[in-house]
């Protein structure tokens, strides 16, 4: 299934390397994954999340305060009868996880830019297919997925595509208007929300529109977390850190998924 992101050609498995007719040559590592982000698509020496942010999300997601929102993926990918999922942008495989934990049958497929959490998402769920790679030169054969997952990672239209089979469904989740509103309070004098617009991906079809909306009263580990795992975190001072979670207020969590689906030709 993976192609050779330098030449495009197939990759084979030949012991523990993945080798195109170009004689490009992939290590697999000894924890299960392959690395097929060369140089060339870098555009730092060590790209995506750092080893901080990462840990703090793998804290805050195994603890299930977002199982909200794997319920729902589960309820929808069990009615489609997916069989081959690509999740794109997958972290430390914490959702890649627990669906193929629900959904054995299913083949999943995880990419992220971060070696760091590719390492770790290969180490904790050995079910699971993954690679580092770039979302925005995908090392996938035309028509490898009938799905494809993307929670909050970005992407190009003609690359989803390429990828996704005819019939098949992207889901998409990003932040509803009043997602971490309170957090976003801390910092900004004035709190401006998330878009509730559909975004139109060029090639797919807007089917399904699902909002998912909850409140966390969180302990102070988790809490704290939470800001460290996503961008907004970044504004805080440790003065201002811990003043916000010593006043432990309710976080609103308000996530959008959404279902685009590929023609039939």
């Known amino acids: 299934m993976y192609i050779c992101p330098l030449c495009q ?20 590592a000894r924890e299960g994954y392959v690395n097929l982000l060369p140089v060339q698509q870098k555009k730092s020496k060590d790209p995506g999340d750092n080893q901080l942010m990462m840990q703090a999300r793998r804290q805050f997601l195994q603890a299930g305060w977002y199982q909200p929102v794997v319920t729902a993926l589960l309820e929808q990918l069990s009615a489609l009868a997916v069989s081959e999922l ?21 083949a999943i497929n995880g990419v992220d830019i971060s070696k760091a ?48 089979r005819d019939g098949g469904a992207l889901f998409s989740v990003s932040p509803a208007p009043e997602h971490l509103k309170e957090v976003k309070a801390a910092v900004y004098p004035q709190v401006r929300l ?60 308000d996530f959008y998924l959404d279902r685009y689906q590929k023609p039939l030709p």
């Open 9 to 28: 050609a197939p990759l084979l498995q030949q012991a523990q390397q993945f080798r195109c007719p170009q004689r490009h040559s992939f290590d697999l």
């Open 86 to 106: 690509l999740d794109l942008g997958c972290g430390e495989g914490y959702y890649s996880g627990q669906l193929q934990q629900a959904l054995p049958a299913l």
């Open 117 to 164: 959490a590719i390492k770790a998402a290969a180490k904790q769920y050995p079910q699971v297919r993954f690679a580092v790679a770039s979302s925005y030169q995908l090392p996938f054969a035309a028509a490898s997925f009938d799905a494809i997952l993307r929670i909050y990672a970005p992407s190009l239209d003609a690359e989803l595509c390429r990828v996704l």
């Open 194 to 253: 998330h878009s509730a617009e559909v975004v139109a991906i060029d090639g797919l079809q807007h089917v399904q529109r699902q909002r998912l909306s909850f409140s966390l009263q969180l302990p102070a580990d988790d809490l704290k977390a939470l800001i460290t795992m996503v961008p907004l975190g970044w504004k805080f001072s440790p003065p201002a850190l811990e003043h916000f979670i010593a006043g432990a207020p309710a976080i609103s969590c």
